[in-house]
């Protein structure tokens, strides 16, 4: 399937998910569930130390630099490199700023209960040697992830000073749901819109004293939606966190830019990423110059090779799409999320 072609296809799932109910069956409960406090310590992480280890790769000295370290979290259907490599990574090199990818397993596919002990662990690891509070910056699934490490497992809470998320899909999408017509991966029923999951990590509170958060979203996006405004799936309320929640088209009007965009290549986004990395703070759309609306590519993005990078990862993304082991429901929550 060429690029055009498979956003095509994208708009028509989109279109699609309209039609369609908000929670398929197996994707939500109808009872309410409890869930456990805020303050409740987190669990004993079940993935062995070693595997833990092995997912998290570093570039540059944590110790060193101005800004915070930075930790990559990428979306489904991908490995850090696949996401990250020919975008953010670049960037970040040439500013000469430390960061550290975690690898997720099963490209992040896998029940997002288990990938985020995966981020738990990066978050300590990072701490530990950085010796300062780090940033996240995640794209699609990656940034609403390290939410459930903050929401589950307290202690990360002041490990952390920044979160930036990329098309985040932190209330779930419905876009997402003809994905799972009539079954998808694990972590892909989780993303559907108003998902037990998603149910789970936004109770209590969506955000937490110490920590801002830069929620970046795009109206054109055709799987992470609602995302007509700040009441739309990727923006975050209350909580105590510093928030802002910025569509790219609040800073540049009539802006293009559908999912893939918006999490990989746009100057925009980027714009605001680093503004939000560069200051004390949630990113400030004020601050942004302008004349970012009239560049194509951010910085690290190199047009020569663009081409065959974008079509490397839209096609790697629909193999795994293809080829993923499928469920038929949503995972069941895990104890530690409702109780006792």
């Given at each position: 399937m060429g690029i055009r072609k498979f956003f095509v296809s994208s708009a028509m799932a989109c279109l699609l998910a309209s039609a369609l109910p908000v929670t398929p069956v197996g994707a939500a409960r109808e009872e309410p569930l409890s869930y456990v406090p805020v303050d409740r310590p987190g669990p004993e992480l079940s993935v062995p130390v070693a595997v833990l280890a092995r997912s998290l790769s570093c570039t540059g000295d944590l110790t060193g630099a101005e800004v915070a370290p930075v930790l990559l979290v990428p979306g489904t259907w991908m490995s850090p490199r696949e996401f990250f490599g020919w975008n953010y990574m670049r960037a970040l090199d040439a500013l000469g700023w430390p960061y550290c990818a975690v690898t997720t397993p099963k490209y992040a596919m896998e029940d997002m209960q288990i990938s985020a002990?995966?981020?738990?662990?990066?978050?300590?690891?990072?701490?530990?040697?950085?010796?300062?509070?780090?940033?996240?910056?995640?794209?699609?699934?990656?940034?609403?992830?390290?939410?459930?490490?903050?929401?589950?497992?307290?202690?990360?809470?002041?490990?952390?000073?920044?979160?930036?998320?990329?098309?985040?899909?932190?209330?779930?999408?419905?876009?997402?749901?003809?994905?799972?017509?009539?079954?998808?991966?694990?972590?892909?029923?989780?993303?559907?819109?108003?998902?037990?999951?998603?149910?789970?990590?936004?109770?209590?509170?969506?955000?937490?004293?110490?920590?801002?958060?830069?929620?970046?979203?795009?109206?054109?996006?055709?799987?992470?939606?609602?995302?007509?405004?700040?009441?739309?799936?990727?923006?975050?309320?209350?909580?105590?966190g510093r928030i802002t929640n910025v569509a790219l088209q609040d800073v540049c009007p009539g802006h293009l830019a559908e999912h893939v965009k918006a999490v990989t290549y746009d100057a925009v986004g980027y714009a605001l990423a680093v503004d939000a990395l560069t200051h004390d703070g949630p990113a400030d759309p004020a601050r942004i110059d302008r004349r970012v609306c009239n560049e194509e590519f951010h910085p690290g993005v190199d047009p020569a090779t663009f081409a065959t990078n974008y079509l490397n990862a839209v096609t790697t993304a629909q193999y795994r799409q293809a080829t993923a082991q499928r469920v038929d429901r949503e995972p069941a929550l895990r104890p530690y999320v409702t109780g006792p």
């Open positions: 002990e995966y981020v738990v662990y990066a978050i300590r690891s990072m701490y530990r040697r950085a010796g300062r509070p780090i940033a996240i910056l995640g794209g699609s699934q990656g940034g609403m992830l390290p939410r459930w490490a903050l929401r589950f497992w307290p202690d990360t809470r002041p490990l952390v000073e920044e979160h930036v998320g990329l098309a985040p899909p932190n209330h779930g999408g419905q876009g997402v749901v003809i994905l799972c017509t009539p079954d998808c991966a694990p972590a892909l029923w989780q993303l559907l819109y108003q998902s037990d999951f998603m149910r789970a990590l936004n109770s209590g509170q969506e955000t937490f004293p110490g920590i801002s958060y830069t929620e970046i979203y795009s109206h054109q996006d055709q799987f992470v939606t609602p995302a007509l405004d700040d009441t739309g799936t990727s923006s975050l309320h209350g909580g105590g």
